[in-house]
């Protein structure tokens, strides 16, 4: 593994520690960020891995396909982006 793939790997580990967390203490709308963050720096370490590069987006969805992942995890990303987006900013409708 390429050493940047580890590092990249490590934050992931380290936010979904967090994630965990919050869920443990049914803080579910403050677990849907470092949720997110987990995928994403996942999904990235991986095109960092067999690419050497990655695009500097935020979309899971985007990120699934261009890493190839199988369409019930596309459905995930796309489900935990929503969570994510609704639970983040107050203009979304989401009420706790």
Known sequence: ??????RWLDRAKDHLRK???NCRIENHDLASFPS?????????????????HFPRIHDLVRLGRLVGVEADLL????????????????DTGFRE
Not at 1 to 6: D, I, V
Not at 75 to 90: A, G, K, N, S, W
Request: hydrophobic letters at 35%; charged letters at 35%; proline letters at 2%.
């Open 75 to 90: 459905r995930d990303c796309e489900l935990l982006t929503f969570v994510y987006t609704e639970t983040r900013y107050p």
């Open 36 to 52: 997110h963050e987990t995928a994403e720096l996942a999904l990235k370490a991986f095109l960092i891995e067999t690419t050497g």
């Open 19 to 21: 994630a965990e967390d």
């Open 1 to 6: 593994m390429k050493e940047e793939t580890g």
